[in-house]
């Protein structure tokens, strides 16, 4: 098997986890969606939380880098915050679909240890990330890290909200009045 092949893989594990959650996920499905055999699967992951583990994993370093590039490329605390909610957006407008480890975390209980602290390193990722851009904030911003904390969350829950109706003209009303409140800076 091929690099490739595991990548495709997981690919197609993160589709179905961002639809679907972890316990929606089973090698034989994942295995006809691939075109490949469930042994297969195991061959490259030998258990779901090995699999789970492994996309988290990925979809957080995709995050960190995503992230990182944008802070460099900008030092606008405003025009980082837009770009961060448009992220979360983006999973919206992909067939209705949750941030990977938000609809993770949502099933935190019923996941291996693994994949459990993938799910903590993506928040962490995040939540670092955000006190970053909320310490260039030129109001400057009291307890930076409670506050990107508090943002994270929220986004987080207004992409469930608006999940939860298949309408993502709720995700858009709830970040604007997050906006308007003072939650997320201007």
């Not at 407008?93 to 990977?100: A, G, I, K, P, Y």
């Not at 904030?137 to 508090?150: D, F, K, S, T």
């Not at 993502?168 to 800076?185: C, F, K, Q, W």
Request: charged residues 25%; aromatic residues 6%; proline residues 3%.
């Amino acid at each position: 098997m091929t690099v490739d092949t595991r990548e495709t893989i997981m690919d197609a594990a993160r589709a179905i986890v961002q639809a679907h959650g972890y316990n929606g996920l089973s090698f034989r499905d994942l295995a006809a969606e691939v075109g490949i055999k469930s042994a297969s699967v195991h061959y490259h992951f030998p258990t779901k939380g090995d699999l789970g583990a492994a996309i988290a994993r990925r979809y957080t370093e995709t995050a960190r880098v995503d992230l990182d590039d944008l802070l460099a490329r900008t030092s606008d605390s405003s025009a980082c915050l837009a770009r961060y909610t448009a992220i979360f957006r983006r999973a919206l407008e992909d067939d209705n679909c949750m941030c990977l480890c938000g609809i993770l975390a949502a099933e935190y209980d019923d996941l291996p240890p693994a994949v459990k602290a993938e799910v903590r390193a993506f928040a962490d990722v995040n939540v670092a990330w955000l006190t970053k851009v909320l310490a260039l904030a030129p109001e400057g911003i009291v307890q930076p890290g409670q506050r990107a904390l508090a943002i994270f969350a929220a986004i987080g829950g207004a992409q469930l909200a608006a999940r939860s109706r298949n309408d993502i003209a709720i995700y858009d009303a709830i970040i604007e009045s997050y906006r308007t409140s003072g939650l997320v800076p201007r």
